[in-house]
């Protein structure tokens, strides 16, 4: 058995959609809404786990990222 990660409850990632998701493959248009995001300006809080990770490096191109403690 493959021991699984713990996550620091502690650790959230502070989002911020900097740009539109118009003319952008459907699919991140998916990813931001899963992210809660969908216009220009909107932050949102999320904790800090492999999978918001990874629907956040599939729209690096559209938000700005920051780590909160």
Excluded: N, W, Y
């Excluded at 493959?2 to 990813?31: D, H, M, N, P, W």
Aim: net charge positive; with cysteine.
């Amino acid at each position: 058995m493959v021991a699984k990660k713990k996550v620091s409850s502690l650790a959230f990632l502070c989002i911020t959609q900097v740009k539109s998701a118009i003319r952008r493959q459907e699919r991140q248009g998916l990813c931001l809404k899963a992210l809660g995001l969908g216009r220009i300006g909107k932050t949102v809080r999320r904790q800090d786990t492999p999978s918001c990770r990874g629907l956040v490096r599939s729209v690096q191109h559209l938000v700005k990222l920051e780590k909160v403690e």
